[in-house]
């Protein structure tokens, strides 16, 4: 197992993370996953015993059962060598400050979270999605008390826009208060909308990049193929948006294509193609069973080819591409590989 620098700070994670959205399985989650607390032990232990050193999760999820089995999981056993990262901004009751970013919410939530982890300091405290209510000073200074009283050791925001990030960036920097080390985001070969502005502004400023449901679903498992509905779409379960589904498919097609001719699985593919990218430390993972997650796991030690690259960036190239005045930002020199979709030859 590889392990990459969290973005400016000096904390090391490993190169994929698990994803903890399939523990509880009850409401909306139950389309994701269900695994119960033997079945989540057995799937953690898994992952330590090959190297995963970070796990995510959310209150929100399953209505904080999942933080719940986390910390049963785990019960003090090798939790030092573990660390966890959890979220906050989520509707969790039906209240008027069940949800948001206000200082209420958040440090009541945090020390919800910490008691459910069966821990006394989260590693990782995610903004889960933009509050556009309210002011982000509060957010920023109850995040600056958390980490203050020792609650929480690193901050960072879960799918917010471009300028989201900045601003926030520049009230940390502005107040002196602690500035996010990581963005965690969705990003995939299906998915290259972050190669916009969020990775640019990650390797600008020095953010870490987690990617959740690298896989899309599943869809880019190769499990799935034209005409074959997923399990998570016959339950109901849409996210992430599949936009054009005749692109899909011909990206799954190169996949399995690779796969078959280096003797791994599809997702492999898709997963090392990722940890390839500019600025992405760790890729959030999660299984349904033990032989899933094993293959998964198989990712961190695969390797592609020059050729093998190309031939995704070339499959995998989304249909709007930058105007010429956002080339500048595109110097090869800072954003490694000249495949991304911001270089001036995809013009």
């Not at 209150?59 to 986390?70: P, T």
């Not at 933009?130 to 203050?148: H, M, Q, S």
């Not at 599943?218 to 799935?224: A, C, T």
Request: glycine share 8%.
């Amino acid at each position: 197992m590889e392990y990459r620098t969290l973005g400016r700070s000096g904390l090391k994670v490993s190169t994929l993370t698990l994803g903890t959205m399939t523990f509880g399985g009850t409401g909306p989650f139950a389309a994701v996953g269900n695994s119960d607390l033997s079945e989540a032990r057995r799937i953690i232990d898994t992952c330590i015993d090959a190297g995963i050193n970070l796990i995510d999760t959310a209150n929100v999820y399953s209505n904080g059962l999942s933080e719940e089995i986390v910390g049963e999981a785990l019960g003090g056993k090798r939790k030092n060598d573990v660390l966890i990262a959890s979220k906050a901004r989520m509707r969790i009751g039906n209240g008027p400050n069940d949800e948001g970013l206000s200082r209420h919410h958040l440090i009541r939530e945090c020390e919800r979270s910490l008691k459910r982890l069966k821990t006394d300091v989260i590693d990782i405290y995610f903004l889960h999605e933009w509050d556009g209510v309210t002011p982000l000073e509060e957010t920023i200074a109850a995040l600056d008390t958390l980490v203050g009283q020792g609650k929480v050791r690193y901050v960072g925001c879960s799918d917010y826009s471009g300028w989201q990030v900045m601003k926030a960036l520049s009230i940390s920097d502005s107040h002196h208060q602690p500035r996010f080390v990581t963005q965690q985001i969705h990003y995939t070969l299906e998915a290259r909308e972050a190669e916009y502005e969020l990775l640019p502004i990650a390797v600008d400023q020095g953010l870490a990049v987690l990617v959740w449901s690298p896989l899309a679903g599943g869809l880019l498992s190769g499990k799935y193929r034209r005409d074959s509905p997923t399990a998570r779409q016959l339950g109901g379960w849409s996210e992430p948006p599949i936009r054009d589904e005749d692109r899909l498919w011909r990206i799954v097609d190169v996949l399995v294509e690779i796969g078959k001719a280096r003797g791994v699985s599809a997702a492999q593919v898709a997963l090392a193609w990722l940890l390839g990218r500019p600025a992405v430390s760790s890729l959030v993972i999660g299984a349904r069973n033990e032989t899933q997650l094993k293959d998964n796991l198989a990712a961190a030690s695969l390797t592609l080819s020059l050729d093998e690259r190309l031939r995704l960036d070339t499959v995998s190239r989304p249909p709007v591409l930058y105007p010429y005045w956002h080339q500048q930002l595109t110097a090869k020199d800072r954003f490694g590989p000249a495949d991304l979709v911001l270089d001036r030859s995809d013009i």
